[in-house]
């Protein structure tokens, strides 16, 4: 029970500061701008310094070298996620201009700030090696082909853009992947910056979560509880975020073997909420944010219930 409650604390900072977003914003004061200066600020600054500090920070290149066969399962288990989730989304009718988000939400999860914190308090440190390699999955196929299919949205999901192209690389190269890539290559490398840099740089890297949260609580602001349609859009990016996605892992472990911990903290970080980034990209290309704000707000509170389930059946 101890660890259940513990588990859920990443879920309460979430909330809490959500709520501040939504408070401060019905008071005036966020002006209907401020949403989209935080993404941008977040997008263009502080993600792309937390991504290049996370790779610093939590690996090297022998420790890279050596855990990387297990990253085989993430990666696959999520691009299997990414493949039902399309699969769905055509079958469901998804509306095309919510496609991408919908997609997104059923293959990328939150694996640092709700998901961290939930495998600490279930598995302990020496959980923290797999978790890493689950969020360097994520944000590697986040930061590709979610980011992809949220832009094709913001063309009202007919742009149908080429996976391969100077158009697609261009918006897909965005400052957080590219920080991230020069932060892998510079564990490769064995090349440490400065600890002053990396300091600086963690300073302004750790407000994106938060300015990430407000984003959300400004745009829920906006929007009733009674605004909120529990259709298919909803209730179908629900069930791919709670129950395709730690599916797909479980599938795929017979035939992909990894260590015991590795196994039990993939399930877990597959049944996370979603990530808070989504929100941020929808609202910076114009997507549909309205409808990523509501999905991401659901999965949150959800999580509640989620969470201290999924930790009871794997703890």
């Not at 009674?226 to 599938?251: E, Q, T």
């Amino acid at each position: 029970m101890e660890g259940v409650l513990h588990g859920l604390e990443g879920i309460f900072e979430v909330l809490f500061i959500i709520a501040i977003g939504v408070v401060l914003s019905k008071k005036g004061w966020f002006g209907s701008n401020m949403s989209a200066v935080f993404s941008k600020l977040v997008m263009k600054v502080s993600l792309p310094l937390y991504m290049l500090c996370q790779m610093e920070k939590d690996f090297t290149h022998d420790s890279l070298i050596r855990i990387a066969p297990d990253l085989i399962l993430p990666f696959a288990s999520i691009f299997l996620a990414y493949i039902v989730g399309r699969l769905v989304a055509k079958v469901l009718h998804i509306r095309q201009d919510r496609q991408g988000v919908f997609v997104t939400c059923f293959f990328i999860a939150n694996t640092i700030f709700i998901g961290l914190p939930v495998n600490l308090a279930l598995f302990g440190t020496q959980s923290v090696p797999s978790v890493m390699l689950y969020y360097m999955a994520n944000t590697t196929m986040f930061w590709t082909f979610g980011v992809y299919h949220i832009v094709n949205d913001s063309q009202g999901g007919k742009g149908n853009m080429p996976l391969f192209s100077m158009q697609t690389i261009k918006k897909v190269f965005s400052p957080p992947l590219m920080a991230f890539l020069i932060g892998l290559a510079l564990v490769l490398a064995n090349i440490k910056l400065p600890d002053f840099l990396l300091t600086s740089f963690q300073y302004v890297g750790n407000m994106a979560t938060p300015l990430s949260l407000l984003v959300i609580g400004i745009e829920m602001a906006g929007i009733s509880l009674s605004d909120v349609h529990w259709d298919r859009d909803v209730i179908g990016a629900l069930v791919g975020r709670f129950l395709v996605c730690p599916a797909c892992v479980l599938a795929l472990l017979p035939f992909i073997p990894v260590t015991p911990m590795s196994a039990q903290v993939f399930t877990m970080q597959a049944s996370m909420p979603a990530m808070t980034q989504m929100t941020v990209v929808a609202k910076s290309v114009g997507a549909d944010v309205r409808y990523s704000t509501q999905v991401s707000f659901i999965t949150v509170v959800m999580g509640i219930v989620i969470i201290p389930l999924y930790m009871f059946i794997i703890g």
